[in-house]
């Protein structure tokens, strides 16, 4: 399926990558999206940064990478997003989000998306002993409530090399693009 705004421009889709074992193959998702005949966008929380080869996936998207917030008075170096995938979604920033809590760049943009209607989709990256804490099941639900899709990984065991082979980076354009308002 292809997405495509009314003006024929590429749809932008911002992907937030949190500090996870597999956020080094978030090459993966942007390959695919840009398959799908989207633009990518990529923010890191500032953990997230350090697990990224910065260089190649900016020379991948087009767009420097996001991390900070930009300084009063600076121009906004990505446009607006017409749908946002946060993937790898870590215990503490769907924890936070849920939470309305805003102090990094990601969560600021995640936080809003909600009031701005932004399609979103989050593909969990966590194993069982966080998944096992309550703050992380009540925050699943507070975000479904609030329209955010899920990804399907189940967690893996702890302290076991984590699961990236089950990890389904094409799971995130396929759960949005049934969601976005396609333009004629
Ligand atoms: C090598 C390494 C791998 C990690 N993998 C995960 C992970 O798979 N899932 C997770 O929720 N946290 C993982 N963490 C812990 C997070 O990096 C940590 O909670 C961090 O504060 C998350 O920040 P963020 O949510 O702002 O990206 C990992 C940490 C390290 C050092």
Redesign the pocket.
Known sequence: MTVQNADDKKPLLYVVV????VAGDVCKLITHAQERHWDVGVIA????LGFLDAEAIESQTGYPIRSAWRTPGETRPLPPADAIAVA?A????INKWAAGISD?LALGILCEAYGMGIPTVALP??NAA?AAHPAYQRSLRQLREMGVLIGSYEPHRPKAG?GADRFCWTEAIDILEPRITRGV
């Open positions: 949190c500090a996870a074992g929380t500032p953990q997230g790898p870590t215990f503490n920033t990094t990256y966590l966080q984590g």
